[in-house]
């Protein structure tokens, strides 16, 4: 049965076949450029300019190999991106953390709150969401959280920023709604220091919806793994949720800043340099183009450290 699970899920993703034997260290004889080459024609069904990118795909793959600036690597760490964030827009955007440890072992669940979020540092490793300390199975989540951080993706989709991470366990006040519903998640699109366009990740509970929007909140007809949600609307603090993603994406060529309105304020998420990894294709594939705009090259080279 879990032979068949496996078989279905690279079947309806099957631009990602690359994957299996990348993780099997089969491919480890490349190097990153021609493994980037080779990935993005199975995703994209071109080749990939690295020359001259003018796809928003092909500028992520380009600041992958050519970007390396050691700021970067701090703010993608969800635990040393908060110095950041406190030195550019002050504390009161953080979530309060409730304790930070190096291994999930080490957590000290009986000083933990009732509810909280667990979440790894480094990489896209799963997040715990506990609404109720009392029913809870500690070492359960413990067994979960040590494999989740031995899943090192940076490899299998070259992500610099990633590499060699320090990883730990940071704790945050879970941000939760009446009836168990998500907050939106706010994810602003910028370059140079300037947002340009932004999605919505929304109903995060049962289905997830990825709605794109201009900065006059008018709606992208963009497919991007998820379908979108024309019911919407503009947050409140849209406005200052634009100026926070300015301080934030200022010492950055391009950066996706992550954020929520939580009671009436504005809470930082977190930044992702490479959205997605560069591998989920905008749909249709104008947008690529169309997204691909806000990016120059000779700008970017003026960034490089």
């Not at 910028?190 to 919806?209: H, I, M, N, Q, T």
């Amino acid at each position: 049965m879990k032979i068949v699970n496996i078989f279905n899920k690279i079947m309806t993703k099957p631009e990602k076949l690359y994957y299996i034997p990348a993780r099997l260290g089969l491919m480890d004889w490349m190097s990153d450029e021609r493994y980037l080459k080779f990935a993005y024609k199975k995703i994209y069904k071109r080749n990939l300019n690295l020359d001259n990118p003018k796809y928003y795909s092909e500028q992520i793959a380009w600041l992958k190999l050519n970007y390396r600036n050691e700021l970067a690597r701090k703010a993608s760490n969800k635990w040393e991106v908060r110095d950041f964030v406190k030195e550019k827009i002050g504390e009161e955007y953080l979530i309060s953390d409730y304790g930070y440890w190096e291994s999930p072992s080490d957590i000290e669940f009986n000083e933990l709150p009732n509810s909280f979020v667990l979440k790894p540092v480094a990489g896209t490793g799963d997040v715990i969401l506990v609404r109720d300390k009392a029913i809870i199975d500690e070492k359960k989540i413990v067994k979960s959280l040590e494999k989740s951080m031995k899943n090192d993706f940076s490899h299998l989709t070259k992500e610099w920023v990633y590499y060699e991470q320090k990883q730990g366990i940071l704790a945050e006040k879970l941000l939760d709604f009446e009836g168990g519903k998500y907050p939106n998640d706010y994810k602003f699109f910028c370059f140079y220091g300037k947002p340009e366009f932004l999605y919505v990740a929304s109903e995060r509970e049962k289905d997830v919806k990825f709605s794109f929007f201009d900065l006059d909140w008018n709606l992208l007809p963009v497919y991007n793994g998820h379908v979108w949600d024309e019911t919407l609307k503009k947050p409140k603090t849209f406005d200052e949720m634009l100026e926070v993603a300015r301080k934030l994406s200022e010492p950055f060529p391009m950066v996706r800043v992550d954020l929520y309105e939580y009671e009436g304020e504005v809470k930082f998420g977190e930044l992702t340099f490479y959205h997605f990894g560069g591998n989920t294709p905008f749909k249709p594939d104008e947008w690529d183009l169309y997204f691909g705009k806000y990016f120059s090259l000779s700008k970017t080279k003026k960034y490089l450290t």
